[in-house]
């Protein structure tokens, strides 16, 4: 069966895209075949004057290019003729005889955008499902397609470097706006009115190409100005560098080629393929090219330990504690269209909840991501309660009370009284382990642990976490809602700081050991941003608040032994009483906004070593981020995550290690198992057994094995 199918109506020819057995439409090798068949039809039949290309799906335009054939590159050659090819394509439909509308309605992103780009007129639908974006970048790339040469013409150089190197998607208002499309019309009469201009185009009534002039007077002045738009290059390379801290190669590609397109068409496109197939055979490409299919791969896993295991459906939701994670789960729990009851000790904090709900539904509306009706009816599936009333019909429970056992297994015996047979109940802890929450449970099949990050509307991670004791279908009903949610999520094994604290703790503690050593935090926390974290672990300890860190580290301490003892400078720190940012004292000075500023000096004068002295920032890289990715191993091995894949998502996902280095395994696995065991060794023996390798580590380096294949689909 074909993607494309071809009718026509009374001298327009309606190309429909419609990918047989797919959600969405990807531009794969036999849709490219497609298209060159269809536009010798369309070329060859004078009885057709003019064309328009729509989807078939209901809310879906064109998703892009086939990711799936971008692993068969192997050199930069074939890459870069990839490209030349998507060119050959687009300029053969750019100068069709008969001119070609894109009818959009739906997601418009990548090689669909670059193909609308080639068409002389384009319409979208006045809807929020319609977005238009070149996402390339997240994958380490750029448009390839004529989008870096194409883009700027059309809307302007400014407006189309904001959307090459940022990936973001634009709506159909702001598209209209910055003259990324002609004209908005309502999804109902989409087609008609694309039939409509295709033939105004074709008999001459309407101008082909006509240029929408976006962005008024001064951006016409900077496009058309040498000087200008040599400053707005140099501009847009200065805050790529900054925002990447030159860890990213893609995005400063791009602006090459759309500099290059300004030395003439013929280079620009030449440039734009040069460069793309550069960027294929980057190792930043390759993973995040992997974290692409790993999220993928995750979608449709259902997590559930033996096959055959049913999600069931969650239309009530009930959630104990309305504090700063209740609320925010009930934030998004709304979104997506669940009835939530809110329970907390008296009304006056369900209030605070159910206000803190509207404060994140609000903030959506403001940034136009939701009307004003929509958050009203939203708001309105929220409903609160200081007794369990409603709790009779709840499907799943999420607790997040107190961290407190005793407060826990309090609220855990009393919902259970009240809620349903078949009702769920997740815990939200962030250290008790979740069998030690069940204990309390007269049916601790139904008892699994739901961990959240904060703040739960933007951290993308949930850690689904279970016991021996959890029913297989009672997982697959928390990672299905988890994922209803919008949230990625991994399923653990309980044990102490499940995983991503677990992997987490070491790499805080071992910032402490660096203060304690005599490194200035800013040392610190500037040597891990270069290694791609997006904060450096002192102001992430600062922003999760220090006390909380500490009662985590306390506990997996414990735990663990003297592995994961916590830092001296730490444990001075948090007596004297600093909390982070909440407290307006941490490792920074913070206004009264809350507005962090420069590194707090007199944070020294509590520790043990006063005087500062430097420690080279290869060696803070070394040691954080080696004692994270060896914690993670061990966690591995234990048996704690199920896969490397698992453990990679969750590090990226939930604690912001680099993506562009794929997580601590495709890390490892970089930099090789021998490699990586030297070093830890070299480590242990200059500071502290506590960098002793992992035994796997230490069996993968004898054999040299690797945790991912070295060829290939990276996962699933
Ligand atoms: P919070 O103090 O903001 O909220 C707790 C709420 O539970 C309060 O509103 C309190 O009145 C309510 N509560 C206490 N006893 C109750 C009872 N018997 N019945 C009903 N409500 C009761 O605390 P937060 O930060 O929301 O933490 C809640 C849970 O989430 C804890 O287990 C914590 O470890 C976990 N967690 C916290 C994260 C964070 O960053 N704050 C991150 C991930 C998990």
Redesign the pocket.
């Known amino acids: 069966m074909n993607a494309l199918t071809l009718t026509v109506d009374d001298g327009v020819g309606i190309v429909t895209f419609d990918a047989p057995g797919q959600a969405l439409n990807i531009i794969s090798r036999s849709v490219r075949n497609e298209f060159i068949a269809l536009f010798q039809q369309l070329d060859a039949d004078p009885s057709i004057r003019a064309a328009v290309l729509i989807s078939g799906k209901p809310d879906a335009f064109i998703a892009g290019a086939d990711i799936e054939e971008f692993l068969d590159w192997k050199t930069a050659a074939q890459a870069e003729s990839a490209s030349r090819e998507g060119h050959a394509l687009l300029d053969r439909l750019e100068r069709l005889r008969t001119p070609v509308v894109a009818a959009i309605h739906g997601a418009c992103l990548g090689g669909g955008l670059e193909a609308s780009l080639a068409c002389p007129w384009r319409i979208a639908t006045d809807h929020p499902k319609t977005v238009l974006g070149l996402p390339e970048v997240q994958i380490g790339l750029f448009p390839g397609a004529g989008g870096t040469q194409r883009l700027p013409r059309t809307i302007g150089l400014q407006a189309a470097l904001d959307m090459i190197l940022t990936g973001r998607n634009v709506r159909a208002k702001k598209a209209l706006q910055i003259g990324l499309v002609h004209e908005l019309v309502h999804p109902a009469i989409l087609r008609d009115v694309a039939i409509l201009r295709a033939r105004e185009l074709a008999d001459g009534s309407r101008k082909r190409n006509a240029r929408l002039k976006p962005g008024g007077l001064r951006n016409a002045l900077l496009d058309d100005n040498p000087v200008g738009r040599a400053m707005v290059l140099r501009k847009a390379r200065e805050q790529v560098l900054t925002r990447t801290k030159g860890n990213y190669p893609a995005p400063l590609a791009a602006i090459d080629a759309v500099a290059a397109g300004f030395h003439g068409r013929e280079h620009g496109f030449r440039e734009e393929a040069r460069r793309f197939g550069e960027m294929a055979m980057t190792p930043v490409c390759r993973e995040l090219i992997f974290l692409f299919f790993a999220t993928a791969a995750l979608k449709k896993d259902t997590g559930a330990p033996s096959a055959g295991a049913e999600a069931q459906p969650v239309e009530r939701l009930g959630i104990?504690?309305?504090?700063?994670?209740?609320?925010?789960i009930a934030s998004v729990a709304v979104q997506q269209g669940a009835m939530v009851r809110l329970?907390?000790?008296?009304l006056g904090?369900v209030g605070?909840?159910i206000a803190a709900v509207s404060a994140v539904l609000q903030e959506r509306v403001r940034k136009r991501q939701m009307t004003r009706q929509e958050m009203a009816d939203r708001l309105s599936l929220a409903g609160g309660t200081a007794d369990y009333s409603g709790f009779g019909a709840v499907d799943l429970v999420i607790?997040?009370?107190?961290?407190d056992l005793a407060?826990?297994h309090?609220?855990l015996r009393?919902v259970e009284a009240v809620i349903p047979d078949h009702a769920i109940v997740a815990?939200?802890?962030?250290?008790?382990p979740i069998s030690r929450i069940a204990d309390a449970s007269h049916r601790p099949e139904r008892v699994v642990g739901m961990?959240?990050?904060?703040p739960v509307h933007k951290m993308p991670l949930l850690e689904v976490i279970t016991t021996p004791r959890t029913r297989p279908d009672v997982v697959a009903t928390a990672v299905a809602f988890g994922r209803a949610l919008g949230k990625t999520v991994i399923v653990v094994n309980d044990a102490p700081g499940f995983y991503v604290n677990r992997i987490l703790a070491p790499y805080l503690n071992e910032a402490g050991a660096l203060l304690d050593a005599g490194a200035p935090v800013e040392a610190i926390d500037a040597a891990m941003e270069q290694f791609g974290f997006p904060v450096g672990p002192l102001t992430l300890l600062d922003e999760?608040?220090l006390d909380?860190a500490s009662k985590s580290a306390a506990i997996l301490h414990e735990a663990f032994g003297e592995r994961l003892a916590p830092a001296p400078a730490m444990r001075a720190i948090v007596s004297a009483g600093r909390t982070g940012r909440k407290g307006k004292s941490g490792f920074y000075t913070y206004d009264a906004t809350g507005k962090k500023g420069a590194v707090d000096a007199s944070v020294y004068s509590l520790l043990a070593t006063p005087n500062r002295s430097p420690i080279p920032p290869e060696e803070i890289r070394q040691r954080c981020a080696l004692a994270l990715a060896n914690e993670a191993v061990r966690a591995l091995e234990e048996g704690v995550v199920r896969s490397p894949r698992d453990g990679d998502i969750g590090a990226v996902f939930g604690i912001g290690f680099p993506p562009f280095r794929g997580g601590p395994f495709r890390w490892i696995d970089a930099t090789g198992a021998a490699r990586v065991v030297s070093e830890l060794e070299d480590l242990a023996a200059r500071f502290a057994p506590r960098f002793s390798p992992a035994e796997l580590l230490l069996s993968m380096a004898r054999r040299g094995e690797r945790f991912y294949p070295a060829e290939g689909r990276p996962v699933g």
Not at 343 to 346: F, G, I, S, T, V
Not at 399 to 403: D, I, N, P
Not at 427 to 432: A, G, L, M, P, V
Not at 451 to 454: G, I, K, P, Q, Y
């Open positions: 104990l504690g309305a504090g700063f994670m209740g609320a925010g329970k907390d000790a008296d904090r605070k909840g607790e997040a009370v107190f961290e407060v826990k309090a609220v009393e815990s939200n802890t962030s250290t008790i961990h959240f990050f904060s999760v608040g909380i």
